[in-house]
């Protein structure tokens, strides 16, 4: 599949009930993870329990690539390489969980008391605290300069003369 990012990409991303995440080992082997998402401007987010593989693998190495995928994780679109970071700002994370409620409203709330069942009924312990991942599409190489300048990239047009 063909690695791109642009805003067409990611417009598309929004549609789509998963994305497949690929996160690297230490080793540099990638792990594929088929996950619920939302996007939310140029940012995707994720949640995840805190102890999960992927949580910790981002921890060591933030470089990630997504693209969309069916429930199972087969690739149907193309991927876009980012950036990933543990969201720790909690109206960042309010955010998220805001919007992954409003997309997946029925389905988390069905995991949800699943969850608190079979907990309740196992006496097992307690439920993994939850982290929202945050995905920050990489920039596209800047055509004539082989990288966008960083003014650029911050938004800041340069300056005529």
């Known amino acids: 599949m063909t690695t791109q990012?642009?805003?067409?990409?990611?417009?598309?991303l929004g549609k789509?009930?998963?994305?497949?995440?690929?996160?690297?080992?230490?080793t540099g082997a990638a792990v594929d993870t088929p996950v619920w998402f939302v996007r939310l401007e140029n940012t995707v987010y994720i949640y995840s329990d805190a102890t999960?593989?992927?949580?910790?693998?981002?921890?060591?190495?933030?470089?990630?690539?997504?693209?969309?995928?069916?429930?199972?994780?087969?690739?149907?679109?193309?991927?876009?390489?980012?950036?990933?970071?543990?969201?720790?700002?909690?109206?960042?994370?309010?955010?998220?969980?805001?919007?992954?409620?409003?997309?997946?409203?029925?389905?988390?709330?069905?995991?949800?008391?699943?969850?608190g069942t079979s907990r309740l009924l196992h006496r097992s312990k307690p439920a993994e605290p939850i982290v929202y991942l945050a995905v920050m599409p990489a920039l596209p190489p800047y055509p004539e300069y082989g990288e966008m300048p960083a003014a650029e990239a911050a938004g800041i047009s340069p300056a005529t003369e």
């Open 5 to 12: 990012t642009s805003p067409i990409t990611l417009i598309a």
């Open 16 to 26: 789509q009930k998963y994305i497949n995440l690929t996160t690297f080992r230490r």
């Open 52 to 115: 999960a593989g992927k949580v910790k693998r981002i921890h060591n190495n933030p470089q990630v690539q997504i693209a969309v995928c069916t429930m199972l994780g087969k690739v149907i679109g193309p991927t876009v390489t980012g950036v990933a970071r543990i969201v720790t700002n909690p109206q960042e994370q309010a955010r998220a969980k805001a919007a992954l409620d409003a997309k997946y409203w029925i389905a988390r709330r069905l995991l949800g008391l699943l969850y």
